[in-house]
């Protein structure tokens, strides 16, 4: 004896070994043994074999009609052998019987399952709907599956291409877009970025890191609403100073500027002016709302995103010949030791006399120039005083460091002579030591004013976001701690107001305290344990981590755009760690195949063998040593 039986969705046929009340033994024609349950069993029959029934029931189920059996069939519930008897005339014989029940478990949308062999007809009205679900599903299938076809043979349906960028980004994956691209991609075995690009969904790889960039972290766009901006800080007094600001020639947000003045009893007093947007972008205003929103200006090779709309930036950035509200600390210093004899902060407008440019100063402003006191140099009497007292300064930390500084890695600018949305634009990468005397001045007078507010903040009981370092950890904080790398007491971001958010908050405190003193904690735009506090700096890590990765990407990218317009496939190297290098001719970092084991500083001669501008990886292998240098004037990681 035989029985037909359901498992796990489909119907079996095998020989009846034994059999209990609740269940049965059953063999199949491969020998098979298994225990089903009694609930399983449809039928038991004795003629043809399980096998041969199964292979005719099928054959005679594709034969059935679906839409002439569902008008024969009851519209009340019913089972498959009393259809049978009015389908076939006749009651139906054991082929009949599981064809029947093949055809009726096939058609979910005609016939809707009611237990064990029991069907009920599907209304009218749903049936109806359920087949135009199916053949808008069929349809949606075939479009899908072209869509696939069109990719695999190089070409790039429209539907594609106008949600290229979000199929990368943000993908719907239950979407027919999405369900095309994923199956070319395993036809092809190719990434969902790289087969898009290759397809021309975008014209270059700089085109696709841009757009991914930019759909994912503005995706409204750049630009500013449009705000009118007051005229705050136009009434404070002007100062009767001689600033110049110093910066590279693509800086547009000038945020600093520099003064001195030669004091009657051999000291100096050196004013550091910073740009006061906190004057108008106040907590919690509308303006405030857009910084914190970007949390810093994105800086990318020949472009930038700024944080603060143009008219913010126009009417405070540090532009020479016009006066412009700004923070300024003086302080007053013996240049021969560094001595800080007292210090000063005040609100005032500052006019700077000349926005200064690294490239234009460096050849002539250098270290031996400096060190010949007969040698006349382009303003003499403001970089002389500057330069003596910032030596001394940097002297003072690193015997609080312990070790000196190293500023032995040479730092590079890159200008794009051309469309920066032009992956054929030529780039210019140059280098520039980072240790110039004019950097070394700027940053060791950012360095004292960053480290003097800090003071003050502290002092005054107002919080801040502070930058601390300890036991080789760099964390920030909303109260004062050493920074054992810079070699201060206390540090805080306070100099980049125009560019950087945690900047422009620890502004808002500092103008408190220089127009409030000892009562600035009351009344400070953050009082102290304000949770907000530690929400932006959480989020300013988070977005500035972000803003960096991409633009060290765009910056690898255009390193790869050098090398290939400059024909190099040869050069040279200095060993970082294992397999990993730095390039001496341009700011790129990469592994190299063969290399071995090297010490650090080692230099050496790579073959670049192949570039990536979509994954931005390199392919250099190793061909010589050509000198070793010691490892401690080699660059930090």
């Known amino acids: 004896m035989y029985v037909l039986f359901e498992e796990d969705g489909s119907f079996k046929a095998g020989h009846i070994l034994s059999e209990t009340e609740s269940a049965l033994q059953v063999e199949s024609a491969s020998g098979k043994r298994s225990k089903i349950k009694r609930t399983s069993c ?66 979910p949308v005609y016939f809707h399952r009611r237990g064990k062999g029991r069907y009920r007809t599907a209304p009218p009205e749903i049936l109806a709907a359920a087949l135009a679900a199916q053949e808008k ?30 199929l990368i980004t943000k993908p719907d994956k239950n979407s027919q877009a999405w369900k095309a691209l994923d199956a070319a991609c395993t036809r092809l075995q190719k990434s969902p970025e790289r087969l898009l690009l290759d397809l021309g969904a975008w014209p270059s790889a700089l085109a696709l890191h841009k757009r991914r960039f930019l759909a994912t972290h503005f995706p409204k766009g750049t630009g500013f609403p449009e705000i009118e901006i007051g005229t705050e800080g136009t009434e404070l007094p002007l100062a009767e100073v001689d600033a110049y600001s110093v910066d590279d020639v693509t ?30 972008v106040t907590r919690e205003s509308a303006l405030d709302q857009l910084a914190r929103a970007r949390m810093s200006t994105v800086y990318m090779p020949g472009e930038k995103i700024p944080m603060q709309p143009e008219s913010v930036i126009s009417a405070f950035s540090l532009e020479a010949g016009t006066p412009v509200p700004a923070i300024s600390l003086y302080v007053t210093a013996r240049p021969e030791t560094g001595e800080i004899l007292s210090h000063e902060s005040r609100l005032e407008r ?25 040698r006349r140099l382009p303003y003499d009497a403001w970089v002389r005083p ?39 634009t030529p780039v210019r990468i140059v280098r520039r030591q980072r240790n110039s005397p004019l950097d070394r001045i700027v940053a060791e007078y950012m360095i004292l004013a960053n480290s003097t507010w800090a003071g003050l903040l502290n002092a005054r009981g107002v919080p801040g976001i502070f930058r601390a370092q300890q036991t080789g950890r760099v964390r920030m904080s909303t109260h004062a701690l050493p920074h054992e790398s810079i070699g201060v007491s206390q540090y805080a971001w306070c ?126 292998r190793f061909v010589d040593l050509v000198a070793e240098v010691d490892a401690s004037d080699t660059p930090e990681e």
Request: glycine share 6%; proline share 5%.
């Open 137 to 166: 599903k069929r349809r949606q299938a075939e479009e899908i599956a072209g869509w696939a076809d069109d990719m695999a043979a190089g070409k790039l349906p429209m539907a594609i291409a106008d949600q290229a960028t979000s």
């Open 42 to 107: 449809l039928f038991t029959f004795s003629a043809p074999s399980p096998d041969a029934l199964l292979t005719e029931a099928d054959r005679l189920a594709q034969g059935i009609d679906l839409e002439f059996l569902w008008e024969c069939a009851p519209q009340d519930e019913f089972d498959a052998e009393t259809l049978g008897a009015d389908y076939f005339g006749h009651p139906p014989d054991p082929v009949e019987k599981a064809g029947l029940l093949l055809r009726l478990h096939s058609a």
């Open 495 to 620: 100099t980049s107001p125009l560019r950087r958010y945690v900047d422009l908050v620890n502004q808002w405190q500092l103008i408190a305290v220089i127009e409030h003193g000892v009562s600035a904690a009351l009344v400070a735009p953050f009082k102290p344990r304000d949770a907000d506090l530690f929400a932006i700096i959480g989020g300013f890590e988070a977005q500035y981590a972000a803003w960096n990765e991409f633009q060290s990407g765009m910056e690898k990218y255009w390193c790869l755009r050098w090398l290939r317009q400059q024909g190099i496939t040869r050069c040279r190297a200095a060993v970082l760690k294992e397999d990993l290098v730095r390039f001496e001719n341009a700011p790129l970092v990469a592994r190299v195949s063969g290399l071995g084991s090297l010490p650090r500083g080692q230099i050496v001669e790579v073959d670049i063998l192949g570039m990536d501008e979509l994954s931005l990886d390199l392919e250099c």
């Open 386 to 424: 500057l330069w003596q007292l910032a030596l001394q300064l940097t002297r003072q930390r690193e015997i609080m460091r312990g070790k000196p500084e190293n500023n032995s890695r040479a730092e590079y600018s890159f200008y794009l002579d051309g469309d920066p949305d032009d992956a054929d």
């Open 350 to 374: 500052v006019s700077v006399r000349e926005n200064l440019r690294h490239h234009v100063l460096e050849p002539e402003i250098t270290e031996a120039a400096l060190a010949d006191p007969t």
């Open 251 to 280: 800086t547009t947000e000038i945020d600093d500027a520099l003064s001195v003045q030669q004091l009657a009893d051999g000291t100096v007093r050196v004013g550091i002016h910073v740009a006061a947007p906190g004057l108008l």
